[in-house]
């Protein structure tokens, strides 16, 4: 059975500190990992990950894939109030259903 | 350009009473699809339709039905809502790969 899994659930850090949130999966057909940071509102795309050991950059989010050992993270660094929010993370196929999420992880950043 | 749109933001039903939840994508997209939100679940996929005519059952189908005649809208029925149905409604449309979410639609089922 396909699955996606994220670790932690969730996740409570001071401002300043890093955070490393891990995902997980076995996916028939895979075809891409996004992650998505989901506010009050609608998830909103943060990186889409194709190739094993490539880094994806932007500010201070990170994310690299490793296609062999079937994993994501999504890094953090000097996190802010701001990054509070839930991360998810999906998975694309080639076929059928496109995209399968995980549960998400929930991070607090407290001042 | 106003990407997918999501009618009702908020909507309060009795149980057994149906409803039609409305999405529109104005980005040509083929791809789109409705999912559900529960705490502690993720997104869970309902239906999807990979061009007009065609839709297809996700994870969670049942109470749920969905028609796709043009490419621009996709609404998700249900027909008679249960208190098991209250949650936060996303949909979706997809292109190379990058999902875009509508702003949500808030249903209580009481």
């Keep these: ?111 | 350009n106003a990407g997918v749109t999501q009618t009702p933001k908020f909507q309060v039903l009795k149980t057994g009473q149906s409803m039609t939840l409305q999405c529109a994508q104005d980005m040509n997209h083929e791809y789109m699809s409705w999912y559900r939100q529960d705490p502690g679940m993720g997104l869970r996929l309902i239906h999807y339709s990979v061009g007009a005519g065609i839709t297809d059952q996700g994870e969670v189908p049942n109470g749920y039905n969905v028609s796709r005649s043009t490419t621009e809208d996709f609404p998700l029925r249900l027909l008679s809502a249960a208190p098991s149905q209250t949650s936060v409604y996303f949909c979706a449309s997809s292109w190379d790969g990058e999902l875009f979410f509508g702003e949500g639609s808030r249903l209580t089922v009481l």
């Design chain 1, 1 to 111: 059975e396909d699955k996606v899994v994220q670790s932690p659930l969730s996740l409570v850090v001071h401002e300043g500190d890093t955070v490393t949130l891990n995902c997980s999966y076995e996916v028939t057909n895979f075809r891409s990992l996004l992650w998505y940071k989901q506010g009050k509102k609608a998830p909103t795309f943060l990186f889409m990950l194709t190739s094993s050991g490539i880094e994806k950059k932007s500010g201070r989010l990170s994310s690299i894939l490793d296609k062999k050992e079937l994993f994501s993270i999504l890094n953090i660094t000097a996190t802010q109030t701001g990054d509070s929010a839930i991360y998810l993370c999906a998975v694309d196929r080639t076929t059928g259903n496109q995209f399968y999420f995980g549960t998400g992880t929930s991070l607090t950043v407290i001042p």
